[in-house]
């Protein structure tokens, strides 16, 4: 049922009029329409599109890629024609839109390091404290609540689906469609107002639209999730406008950054602060105001002031954008200077930083190898103006900018993230170390221009590998390392190519040579400590994390999670439950880290009796299975431990989810097996016992599969006693 914001008076008239012709009354004095009440406040929609391209939008000139819906919204709205990002990832440009503070406030620099402080107040929470119902609705893993985006929201809807790489790295996402029936379902009903924000992360690397976009723009696979995203929200539009709610709403639709495509050297983006990546689309329709379109100079820190101003409510103090309601009636903005970094690099990486500022028809770009460009002239920055000037006066100008803030100044806000959170964002194209390099002076050999190639050669040997083409792959990855010793990707990515071709030695030999020219960057040391503990060489790990009594990698709870699983295989118990500890401690979330303790603390258990460690083990086992119901080994080391404490009834639930989740869990057959002996149930038993012997029983010693035998004679003996 359509849904009226407030009484329409226009049908009542005709009987209103014969009700005053009936009571005598003149009809040339007509009853006042009666007072439909104070008009709700404005709702708020926000709709950000994850790495869009302003050149990718019909109402920007988008070439012969089509946007229909959100021209529709454009046609009646107001297009920025000159909106810039003021930084180029995910998690930094949501944070900046969402409170209203650049990166050198807010201390959010990079995805992979670093959760919004408490101490911001978010549009969310703004929103909410004026009687706003708020709800979120996000597409992509960069996103997640762990990062600190959710405060403010009634629902924070992340239920993303999970995606394999032919690498076998999992991302996390979800198409556009399902975030916008997320929205709408939420939106049904719904009285104002509220702020809805909508987040499509489908033109983000991978690009993977659905048919019959992938078959339409086969050759230009970007273009064809733009196209998507804009076919997802048309079922949005048509509803708020169906049901009049348009009237009554503010919408915003921005890009968090663009993508450079090869543009500049670069494919994606998060390395270079080029207009590719910083120049976004920003449009704004709001009750009451013109169409029309606005070329000043505005930016994502202006959103929040400006929907503030269109809603009708006050703008908190310490905002640093601008309101852009004088630019929308005509008016012009006070002239300033909008600040930009991509620090992605040197927060992930330990490249040299690179920063800069807009102002007027000039582009300055921090860096050791400084750029000045004419943003009149060449927006598409082909030529830098910097030869012959001297950078020291547009170094003094961007302090002026910054208020003698640097972008490397907030390491205090950076948190380092799991391992499997590393691996999700890493799959993104977001390589990073959770502890890299930092120098303290930076040269012409550290800046981003000089090192990005060498990361695009090894992007194209995963690429070449992926693709059959092996030895072009590793060819390629040995010119790296020629051309540059240092560069950590070169060995890490050769490392890893060698893992998975099954040549381990080859794979450990190449990740301890770069281990050696680069002894703390944890690039390398992950995947080499992590083989080394597949391959059974627990001294070597020790001896890497923990050599002399020095933690290079203390900051990194992967570390120590690695070094507590050697040191549990070398039999150092107390050193195992430890190093395991810190791992929890650093990381309470981490399924992962909850079982390897477990694991330490059975052990302890085993070897002592200690019914502390018993019940320690039992309830890292339980937290695991919490945290991740789907990890078969943590529900089998929870079955097996529940049988060893003399519980089978317990066990057995236990290990059937593990057999569910994983068929040929061997362990998980044989531990089942057990738990349905020791319950009395001797066919299941038999059973399970049976397969175990004929499929998993290979690695067992003669004296195991003795033991093995004579408990399976047993199950039968048991079942003959039963029917006699």
């Known amino acids: 049922m359509k849904r009226e914001t407030f009484p329409r008076g226009r049908g009542l008239l005709p009987c209103l009029f014969l009700g005053f012709l009936l009571a005598g009354v003149p009809a040339a004095f007509p009853a006042p329409r009666p007072d439909p009440g104070p008009k709700a406040a404005p709702n708020l929609l926000l709709i950000t599109i994850d790495t869009w391209r302003i050149d990718r939008v019909s109402c920007y000139g988008g070439g012969n890629l089509k946007t229909p819906n959100i021209d529709r919204l454009a046609d009646k709205g107001i297009v920025f024609r000159r909106a810039f990002a003021e930084a180029t990832t995910t998690l930094t440009s ?185 120049c976004i689309p920003l449009i704004i329709h709001a009750p009451g105001v013109k169409p029309g379109s606005v070329n000043q100079m505005v930016a994502h820190t202006d959103i929040f002031p400006t929907v503030c101003d269109l809603l009708g409510l006050k703008v908190p103090p310490g905002l640093q954008g601008l309101s852009l309601l004088p630019a929308i009636k005509g008016r012009n903005l006070p002239k300033r200077a909008i600040y930009f970094e991509s620090m992605y690099p040197y927060y992930s990486q330990g490249w040299a930083p690179l920063y800069g500022f807009l102002q007027g028809s000039e582009k300055f770009i921090e860096s050791p190898i400084p750029e000045l460009y004419d943003m009149e002239k060449d927006f598409d920055e082909l030529k830098n103006l910097m030869a012959g000037q001297d950078p020291g006066k547009f170094r003094a100008r961007l302090t002026q900018v910054t208020g003698g803030l640097l972008p490397t100044d907030q390491a205090g806000r950076e948190k380092t993230l799991d391992r499997e959170s590393l691996e999700k964002l890493r799959s993104l194209g977001y390589v990073s170390s959770p502890q890299p390099v930092k120098k303290t002076k930076y040269g012409p050999g550290d800046d981003v221009k000089n090192l990005l190639p060498l990361h695009n050669k090894c992007t194209e040997a995963q690429r070449l590998f992926e693709s059959g083409r092996t030895a072009e792959a590793l060819d390629l990855l040995k010119t790296v390392i020629t051309e540059r010793e240092d560069f950590d990707g070169g060995y890490s990515t050769l490392g890893l190519i060698y893992g998975r071709m099954g040549r381990v030695g080859d794979a450990l030999a190449v990740l301890k040579r770069g281990l050696e020219l680069l002894p703390t960057n944890y690039l390398i040391a992950s995947p080499y400590v992590h083989m080394l503990n597949e391959t059974g060489q627990f001294a070597e790990v020790i001896r890497v994390i923990a050599a002399d009594g020095r933690y290079p990698f203390e900051k990194v709870s992967d570390s120590w999670d690695v070094l507590g699983v050697a040191y549990l295989n070398t039999g150092e118990l107390e050193k195992a439950r430890e190093a395991s500890g810190y791992a929890v401690a650093m990381d309470e979330g981490n399924y992962l880290f909850r079982r390897n303790l477990g694991d330490v603390e059975f052990a302890i258990f085993a070897r002592s009796k200690d019914r502390e460690a018993y019940q320690k083990s039992l309830e890292c086992y339980q937290k695991a299975v919490e945290l991740n119901p789907r990890d078969p080994s943590s529900r089998n080391a929870l079955g097996f431990t529940y049988l060893q404490g003399g519980r089978p009834a317990e066990a057995i639930p236990q290990l059937k989810k593990a057999l569910e989740l994983f068929p040929d869990y061997g362990t998980a057959v044989y531990n089942l097996g057990t738990a349905y002996f020791n319950t009395g149930d001797y066919g299941k038993a038999l059973e399970r016992l049976t397969r175990f012997r004929e499929k998993f029983s290979s690695p067992l010693t003669p004296d195991q599969l003795s033991a093995l035998d004579a408990l399976i004679q047993e199950c039968k003996s048991r079942l003959v006693s039963r029917v006699k």
């Open 94 to 278: 949501h944070t900046n839109i969402l409170l209203g503070l650049n990166p050198l406030r807010h201390g959010v620099h990079d995805n992979t390091n670093f959760v919004v402080g408490k101490e911001f107040l978010t549009l969310a929470e703004h929103l909410k404290a004026a009687g706003y119902a708020t709800a979120a609705f996000i597409g992509g893993f960069p996103l997640d609540s762990r990062f600190g985006l959710k405060r403010g929201f009634d629902v924070y809807d992340e239920t993303l689906d999970e995606h394999r790489e032919p690498g076998g790295q999992f991302y996390r996402e979800r198409k556009a469609e399902s975030v916008v029936a997320s929205c709408l379902r939420w939106l049904d009903g719904r009285a104002a107002p509220w702020f809805a924000w909508v987040h499509c992360f489908d033109p983000h690397h991978p690009y993977e639209p659905p048919e019959p976009f992938f078959s339409q723009y086969k050759d230009r696979l970007y273009d064809g999730e733009v196209a998507y995203v804009d076919f997802a929200l048309k079922k949005l539009i048509d509803s708020i406008e169906s049901d009049g709610r348009i009237d009554n709403s503010v919408i915003v639709v921005t890009g968090d950054h663009g993508e450079s495509l090869g543009q500049h050297g670069e494919e994606t983006h998060g390395f270079f602060a080029y207009n590719t990546t910083l």
